[in-house]
């Protein structure tokens, strides 16, 4: 039982190159989302899913696509990176939301550099 | 939706001494109420958790406590260690089941 696994660690882009970060849970969790955290500004939510095929925009969504095709993987997509997407980006999973709440399961993040 | 705000930005307590973070939140309809550790470089953890239908919860030194009606909750250490100093987060559940997380507050525990 692995958690919530993402890749890569660490990442350096350039302006308007592609890239996708993976997320891949092995929990059976329901609830997946994207984070980016930021000095000073706490944990911002990018998009996140409540099942497969279900997706839905969070607080900061512009300039990131995601897709859920499978219960347990959950990519996140910079289609033209900027350098206002430096940040760190965490991956959490959940068994479920809503009444019945229950906690996130993080994933070890992505550092990503724009130059 | 829901807005989440979290206090104080940055706490320094000796060790040994007590340590409180205030979090409120906006949405009447939120029900669950997390809360974060993440030390440096590293993910966030939970730590602990309440439901609309507690008032308090404890876990030998951290314990919770939510008020519904002023809409505020609040993480409480007791006894604190080097080993607590970290960025603790707390966190709501708003509509359409999204997690709302307050900015964070830096715990230093001096020795």
């Known amino acids: 039982n692995a958690g919530v696994t993402q890749t890569p660690k660490f990442q350096v882009l350039k302006t308007g190159q592609s890239m996708t970060l993976q997320c891949a849970q092995d929990m059976n969790h329901e609830y997946m989302s994207w984070y980016r955290q930021d000095p000073g500004m706490g944990l911002r939510l990018i998009h996140y899913s409540v099942g497969a095929g279900i997706t839905d925009q969070g607080e900061v969504p512009n300039g990131y696509n995601v897709s859920r095709s499978t219960t347990e993987d959950f990519p996140l997509r910079l289609l033209s990176a900027a350098p206002s997407q430096t940040s760190v980006y965490f991956c959490?999973?959940?068994?479920?939301?809503?009444?019945?709440?229950?906690?996130?399961?993080f994933g070890s993040g992505t550092r990503l550099t724009v130059v | 939706g829901e807005n989440v705000e979290q206090h104080p930005s940055t706490l320094s307590v000796q060790e040994g001494d007590s340590a409180v973070i205030k979090c409120t939140y906006s949405?009447?309809?939120?029900?669950?109420f997390p809360w974060y550790k993440q030390e440096l470089g590293k993910r966030p953890q939970l730590i602990i958790d309440i439901r609309s239908n507690v008032g308090e919860k404890k876990d030998q030194r951290i314990a919770v406590t939510l008020n519904k009606t002023a809409k505020h909750f609040s993480l409480h250490i007791t006894e604190t260690q080097p080993e607590d100093s970290a960025v603790y987060f707390c966190a709501a559940i708003g509509n359409f089941n999204k997690f709302y997380f307050g900015s964070g507050t830096k715990l230093n525990v001096k020795p």
């Open positions: 959490a999973s959940s068994y479920s939301a809503g009444t019945g709440g229950h906690g996130y399961t």
């Open positions: 949405d009447s309809a939120s029900n669950y």
